[in-house]
């Protein structure tokens, strides 16, 4: 299946050190890729057919060291839609005036849900379905941006509908938090002080994050699969719902 990455900071933050190990993960996931950034309310989204490994466009990610509080990345293996650009995930929409982003790992059977004009799928993927619907539940049951505890209580009641259908791990922000859903396989670490080193486990690189990072910072990272070898990594269980905002989960 396909592999997700994300991360929320308390303070701006790049993401080029999990980004280089997690694209070397694409040689099994090679059916394209993508990431998007949030700034403020501005949104970086950069998406290609192309396997990461391979992608001109992840060598730009690679090089170019954006700074954001909320990151999500994902390498896909098709399960339903064909190998095409508007298949890539992350997939973005507008709802109450700010950028909503949505990346899929998993296979949905039989999600054919009734979607309105104002949120419909541009590819022919399960996953696009699934976020098309979530955005036109979450438009019905709010009349405008609610509290970050609000929208807990609200996808909590959406995702069960969807997850019945198969597997249905995901990651989703509006730039103020991240949520992550785990069906089967999705961790977590809290970078804090005290730093210290990391290495990661898909390439000989290291970084010590005490040379890199203030004390007040914070960065919550979230990967289908550990990214280094020597972090505590957190499992999260099947069925759960985690919120994360300025680097935490709330």
């Not at 839609?81 to 982003?101: I, M, T």
């Not at 807990?152 to 009641?157: I, R, V, Y």
């Amino acid at each position: 299946m396909c592999q997700l990455l994300g991360m929320c900071c308390n303070q701006p933050t790049d993401i080029v050190f999990s980004f280089s190990g997690f694209a070397t993960r694409s040689s099994e996931h090679a059916d394209g890729f993508g990431i998007a950034f949030f700034e403020g309310k501005g949104l970086r989204h950069f998406v290609d057919h192309q396997a990461a490994e391979r992608s001109p466009v992840a060598d730009l990610v690679k090089r170019y060291p954006i700074r954001s509080k909320q990151v999500i990345a994902h390498i896909r293996k098709a399960t339903q839609g064909r190998v095409s650009l508007e298949n890539c995930h992350p997939f973005v929409r507008e709802l109450w005036g700010r950028y909503w982003v949505f990346a899929h790992n998993g296979n949905l059977v039989d999600f054919q849900p009734r979607l309105h004009a104002a949120f419909r799928p541009v590819g022919d993927t399960d996953s696009e379905r699934a976020f098309c619907w979530l955005m036109q539940e979450l438009a019905k049951a709010h009349a405008s941006m609610p509290r970050i505890e609000e929208l807990n209580a609200t996808l909590a009641e959406l995702v069960p509908q969807v997850a019945r259908h198969g597997t249905f791990n995901f990651m989703l922000s509006q730039g103020e938090a991240l949520w992550a859903h785990c069906s089967t396989h999705l961790h977590y670490l809290v970078r804090q002080h005290p730093f210290g080193e990391a290495r990661l486990q898909d390439q000989d690189l290291a970084v010590n994050f005490a040379d890199v990072a203030q004390d007040g910072d914070r960065v919550a990272v979230i990967a289908t699969q550990p990214l280094t070898l020597n972090e505590a990594w957190v499992p999260m269980q099947p069925g759960q719902l985690l919120a994360f905002r300025d680097g935490l989960p709330v």
